[in-house]
């Protein structure tokens, strides 16, 4: 099956670091990946589509400066938060889309920021 | 008011029991339908996925959709306490080739 990866599984920072999170597929290559965000208790929230060689398309409401999307390569995209504050903990979690369209989604990355 | 709806639960339901969870939404122009299991600290792992109204079988699960209601639901059969998870339904208006959009998810504990 399809196997989505994300580096690291859980991240402890201090507040205006930067913060880099890494979506690789396994088994697979992926043209385009999303990045989404969930809060405790809420839906996850997609931030950006990410496609292979070109700039990440971001949602409305969602800084893209703040929000660095890498896709360099057809099976890895990173997403860096950079001077993150503590109002960007959450759960990161990315997703890898397949040929067929279904969508693959890495088992998520937790970030605090402190 | 939101795009896609659903009762955030917690439900409990004894195993062996019957579950039934469910979505509705508002735009018309959603065509496809998924339900997605994640576990606590985990990703979403798509479960089932549905093209229009229908009903879609798969082992214990069930997949159902009402398009004239804008109403979604997946049944699971013969609950077991491993099926406990929060589903997610979501929905898109092509497959593959557009966002997804998600519902809250529903927190499902099946008690042994």
């Known amino acids: 099956g399809a196997v989505v990866s994300q580096h690291p599984s859980w991240v402890i920072c201090k507040s205006g670091t930067s913060v880099k999170i890494e979506c690789r597929s396994l088994?697979?290559?992926?043209?385009?990946m999303f990045w989404y965000r969930q809060f405790p208790k809420q839906s996850l929230m997609l931030m950006a589509t990410?496609?292979?060689?070109?700039?990440?398309?971001?949602e409305q409401g969602v800084e893209k400066d703040k929000f660095l999307i890498n896709h360099a390569s057809l099976t890895l995209s990173t997403l860096t938060v950079t001077s993150a504050h503590p109002e960007d903990s959450s759960f990161y979690i990315c997703?890898?889309?397949?040929?067929?369209?279904?969508?693959?989604f890495g088992p998520g990355t937790r970030l605090l920021v402190l | 008011q939101k795009e896609v709806e659903q009762d955030p639960g917690p439900l409990s339901v004894p195993e062996g029991a019957i579950v039934s969870l469910n979505c509705t939404y508002s735009?018309?122009?959603?065509?496809?339908f998924m339900w997605y299991r994640q576990y606590s600290r985990k990703g979403p792992e798509l479960l089932m996925y549905?093209?229009?109204?229908g009903n879609k079988e798969d082992g214990r699960f069930t997949a159902q959709v009402d398009k004239s209601s804008k109403y979604i639901s997946l049944f699971i059969r013969d609950s077991q306490p491993s099926d406990s998870a929060t589903y997610l339904c979501?929905?898109?208006?092509?497959?593959?080739?557009?966002?997804?959009?998600f519902g809250t998810g529903t927190r499902l504990t099946i008690i042994p």
């Open positions: 997703s890898a889309r397949v040929a067929s369209g279904t969508q693959y």
């Open positions: 088994d697979f290559q992926a043209t385009t």
């Open positions: 990410s496609n292979e060689g070109s700039k990440a398309t971001y």
């Open positions: 735009n018309s122009a959603f065509q496809y």
């Open positions: 549905t093209y229009s109204s």
């Open positions: 979501a929905m898109s208006g092509t497959f593959g080739n557009e966002k997804l959009t």
